[in-house]
C-alpha cells in the first residue's frame, strides 16, 4: 500500500496529466460535431470490430460442442444413406439392360424362391441340391434361375428338396442365342473354368463381336425367352471348322449361389405332353 | 505566492481576452490564427509543478475554448504543452540558473529562450491542429494552417518576450 502511495506520488503528474487529457477530449467529441461524428463512426468501427471478435471467440470455445453435434448429424444421415441405398438397390437392382429384360421376361411366370443347400463347382458333373421338392409344386425339367443368368434344370426330386443339373454339368445343354443378331446354338460347359461355358453351332456368317449378349432362345418349355446367360469373351471355330464356338462368360458365379428360383410355366406340362405325343407319332410311323 | 498567482491570473485573463476580441479575428491568407495565449506557459519558473502548470493550461485553453467555440481543442493543446514545459525548462535553462528562474530572453539568453519558446509552441501547434483536423486525408492544408498559425504564434510569443524583457 505504502509503495502504492509513493508510486502514484512520484507519477501524480502523470495522473493529472492523463485525466486533464481525457476531459478535454470529452468536451471536443461533446461539443465539436465533426469530431464527434468522427468519434462515433470510429467507435461503432471499433466495437464493431470487437463484436466480431468477441462472434469468433465464443464460436472457437463452442467448436467442441459443434463437431460433437455435427458428428452425431453425421453418423444420423450416413445411416439413412445406407437405408435408402439399401432400397434403392432392391428397387433398381435390375437396372442394366439384361437385368431388366431378365426380370421383364419373368413377368408372367410362376416363380418358386428356393434356397442352395450344397452346390459344388469343382467337378466335371456338379449338381446343386436346393430346399424345395414335389410338395411345393416342384417338377423335374423345371428351369432354375439366379439374380444374373441361368442356374440349370431341375434333374430329381423328392418331396422336399430336389436336385438340379446346373450349367456347369457336362451332360447340361440347352438353346441359346444371341441378342443383337438373333443366332442360335447349344450351350455347354466344357468342364474347365466354372466362370465360362461355351456356345456351339454359330454359323459362319453370323456377325458378332466379343461382349455381344446371350441369352436363352425359348425354343424349349423350360425357359422363357430372353432370360440372361453371359457374354461373348472369346470367339473360336469349331472342332469342324464349320461353325464358331464362342466362350461364353457367365452371368452367374456359381461360386456364391445362395437363393435361386424355380420356374414354372402355366403350359409347360400341357407342351410336354404334346412333344411326348409328336415323338410317339413319329416313332409309330 | 498570492502575487505570483495574481500575476497569472491577470496575464491569463489579457490573454484570453486578446485571443477572443483580436486574435480570433485573423485567419492569414485563410489559414493562419494566432493563438499566443500559449504565452502562458513560457512564463512558468523553473521548478514549478507541473500539475499545477497542467492545471493552469488547462483553464486557460478551456476559457480561450469557450470564447473561440472550439471545445475541448484549446485545453487539450495546452495541457500536453504544459505537460513537457518544465522538464523542457529544466534542460534548457543555463547552468547556473537560480532555482526558480523565471524563463525570458534576459535570464536565459536570447537563443535558448527562442528554442524552448519553439518547442513549446509546436507542440501546442501540432496538437492544437490535430485535434481540429482529427482526420490526416487533407494533409496539405493542414500543414499549411499549422505551419503558419505555429509562425505566427511562435512571432508574437518572441514579441510579447521582447517587449516584456526590455
Given at each position: 500500500m505504502r509503495a502504492l502511495l509513493e508510486f502514484i506520488a512520484k507519477f501524480y503528474h502523470w495522473l493529472v496529466f492523463v485525466a486533464l487529457e481525457v476531459a478535454a477530449t470529452m468536451l471536443i467529441f461533446r461539443f465539436n460535431n465533426y469530431q464527434g461524428s468522427v468519434w462515433l463512426t470510429t467507435a461503432n468501427t471499433v466495437v464493431g470490430t470487437l463484436d466480431s471478435w468477441e462472434r469468433e471467440a465464443i464460436r472457437f470455445v463452442h467448436l467442441g460442442q459443434t463437431n460433437t453435434e455435427l458428428t452425431r448429424r453425421n453418423l444420423r444421415l450416413e445411416q439413412n444413406v445406407a437405408f435408402l441405398r439399401a432400397r434403392l438397390d432392391s428397387l433398381?437392382?435390375?437396372?442394366t439392360v439384361s437385368e431388366r429384360l431378365h426380370s421383364q421376361r419373368m413377368e408372367g411366370v410362376d416363380m418358386l424362391q428356393a434356397r442352395v443347400i450344397t452346390n459344388s463347382v469343382l467337378r466335371r458333373n456338379n449338381l446343386i441340391t436346393i430346399n424345395v421338392g414335389a410338395a411345393d409344386g416342384v417338377e423335374p425339367e423345371q428351369g432354375v434361375v439366379g439374380g444374373t443368368g441361368i442356374v440349370g434344370i431341375v434333374y430329381m426330386v423328392s418331396e422336399h428338396y430336389s436336385i438340379v443339373m446346373p450349367l456347369l454339368n457336362s451332360h447340361f445343354s440347352m438353346s441359346c442365342c444371341l441378342r443383337d443378331s438373333g443366332y442360335f446354338g447349344q450351350l455347354k460347359w466344357?468342364?474347365?473354368?466354372?466362370?465360362f461355358a461355351i456356345l456351339d453351332d454359330i454359323p459362319r456368317h453370323a456377325r458378332f463381336k466379343i461382349g455381344d449378349i446371350v441369352e436363352t432362345s425359348g425354343f424349349s418349355s423350360i425357359f422363357p425367352k430372353g432370360l440372361f446367360v453371359g457374354r461373348v469373351s472369346a470367339i473360336e471355330n469349331s472342332d469342324d471348322g464349320l461353325s464358331y464356338r464362342l466362350r461364353i462368360h457367365l452371368g452367374i458365379n456359381f461360386s456364391r449361389l445362395d437363393d435361386v428360383c424355380v420356374v414354372r410355366q402355366a403350359f409347360q406340362p400341357e407342351l410336354r405332353q404334346l412333344e411326348e405325343q409328336a415323338d410317339s407319332a413319329m416313332a409309330a410311323q | 505566492m498570492l502575487i505570483t498567482f495574481l500575476q497569472r491570473t491577470l496575464w491569463l485573463v489579457a490573454l484570453v481576452a486578446l485571443q477572443m476580441m483580436v486574435f480570433n479575428h485573423i485567419h492569414f491568407l485563410g489559414y493562419a490564427t494566432p493563438l499566443p495565449y500559449v504565452y502562458l506557459l513560457l512564463l512558468f519558473p523553473l521548478g514549478s509543478n507541473r500539475s499545477a502548470v497542467m492545471a493552469w493550461g488547462f483553464v486557460c485553453g478551456l476559457l480561450c475554448d469557450i470564447v473561440s467555440l472550439t471545445p475541448g481543442i484549446g485545453a487539450a493543446a495546452m495541457t500536453m504543452a504544459a505537460f513537457i514545459q518544465p522538464p523542457l525548462l529544466q534542460l534548457m535553462a543555463p547552468k547556473d540558473a537560480v532555482e526558480d528562474m523565471k524563463p525570458s530572453m534576459r535570464t536565459m539568453g536570447f537563443w535558448p529562450y527562442a528554442r524552448y519558446a519553439l518547442i513549446i509552441t509546436a507542440v501546442f501547434a501540432v496538437t492544437y491542429f490535430a485535434a481540429t483536423a482529427f482526420n490526416f486525408f487533407h494533409l496539405r492544408d493542414m500543414g499549411i494552417a499549422l505551419a503558419s498559425s505555429w509562425a505566427i504564434t511562435y512571432a508574437l510569443c518572441m514579441l510579447c518576450e521582447a517587449v516584456r524583457s526590455k
Open positions: 433398381t437392382h435390375d437396372s466344357d468342364g474347365k473354368d466354372p466362370f | -
